[in-house]
Every structure is written in C-alpha cells, then in structure tokens.
C-alpha cells in the first residue's frame, strides 16, 4: 500500500513533512510536475551518500539521461562509463541499482531531502501538482438543509485544494489574522496570512503585515495606496489532492 505525503499548513517552512516510506515517491511526484526543475536546482542532492559502493555512470549522448550500474553492463564496454561517487540523487534513483548495495536514507538524508524540496516549493515557487495556480469553478458537498452540492470556486497549489470566496478589500482591511488568494496584476496568486494594519516606524504610516502563508518568517508590507489586488479570496475549506494527506491544520 503506498502511503499518503504528508502535507503541513503549520506555516514553519516544512510543508512536506518527508518519512522513509514516502521521500521517493516525493521526490518524483516534484520532478514530475516540475520540468523546469534542472540538473543545476538539484545539485545540492549531489552530496554524497552515507553508504558507498562502486558505482558507474554514463551519460547518452542520443537523449542527455545518465544510467546507473554498479557493474558496467557487456554492450556498454565501449561507452564512456565513469566510476562516480554515489549521492543522494543515486539513492533516490535506485531502481537503477542493485537493491542489495544499496540501503536506505537515513533520517538526516531525509531531513535534508525535505529541507531541498521546500525551499524550492516556497522560494522558488514550484508546484506540487499539475494545473497549478488557476482558479477554477466546480461543485462542492453543501451542508445546507435540502441542498447536497453547491458550485464552488477553487484553487490546487501546494498538492491541496482551497474553496474559496470572494472578499471585499475594505473587509479585509478591517480584519486580521486571515488565510487569504491574492490575485497580483499578473494574474498570478498568492496564498498569504494577512496579520492586519501596524504603524511602520520607518514612515510612522499605517502599513499591512502579510506573511507567506507555508512560512511565517518570510514578512513583508505594503501601505494602503498599494494594496490594489485583481482579486481577494478568503479560504473557506482544504482538501488533499489525491495521494496526499494534510497535517497540523484544523
């Protein structure tokens, strides 16, 4: 049976929370979503490997992919075959391999997995899951009496699905303490927590507090003049997309 990935909104920068039975099928969850993510991102997976053995490389010349041996196979006698250290990329990639030189990640592999693959969600902007980002229009189960589905608004980010509805920027102003889409000019969105009004002490002005919504360290402001978004949604319900599981949210 495989295991759900665990997803966090405990907004501290883990939002994949990684285990030995799910950090593989991670891994290649993101690479398969992110085909801009580029042997130059994952270089930080190139450190090296608790456990070494011999290993061999070769990289095809016909498409740019790398096969793995830990014996250099009879028809590639005559290929460029190079013996290389083995890293965590190897590991994670070890159905090229023999199984039985090859042993698990260890706890500080994953950790470090995990910390790779957050930063590149949360800094760099990368999905969890294809179709991303869009606002979308569908149906919901309604709790309401005599009604048993509603249409709804929704976004997929982040491997979960967020209901959401419409919310007025003079509302917003008023409140604090909200999980909220912003819409920028670019027709992009952002999942934000919106903290409320402080008085900056640079300008003495009023200014919104917002913090990255996966993040809370990440911080930034903006003054009342500036906060003109497309569109502001508040979030209503969470949903995992298949083969996720959401955690430390209620």
Known sequence: MVLPIQLSLAGDGRLLILTPQTVRSAFFQFVEVNREYTGCQKFPLHRPFHQQFELWKHKS??????YRSTDIPDWGEKLNWQESEVTLLDALYRTYLDPEKLSYLNKTEIKYIERELNKQI????????????????????????GKNKEKVRYIRRYGMIFILEPIMRQTV????????????????FHLVRYQGVILSTRSSRLELLFRHRLDFSLTW???LESF??????RIRRIYPCDGFHIVNYS
């Open 228 to 233: 003109q978004s497309r569109q502001i949604f």
């Open 221 to 223: 402001t903006c003054n």
């Open 122 to 145: 949360i800094i760099n902007n990368l999905a969890l899951v294809n179709d991303e980002g869009v606002l979308l229009s569908g149906y919901g189960i309604c709790r309401k009496p």
């Open 173 to 188: 102003l008023k409140a604090k303490d909200l999980d909220l889409f912003i819409q920028d000019n670019n027709f992009d």
């Open 61 to 66: 010349k016909r498409n740019g992919l790398i």
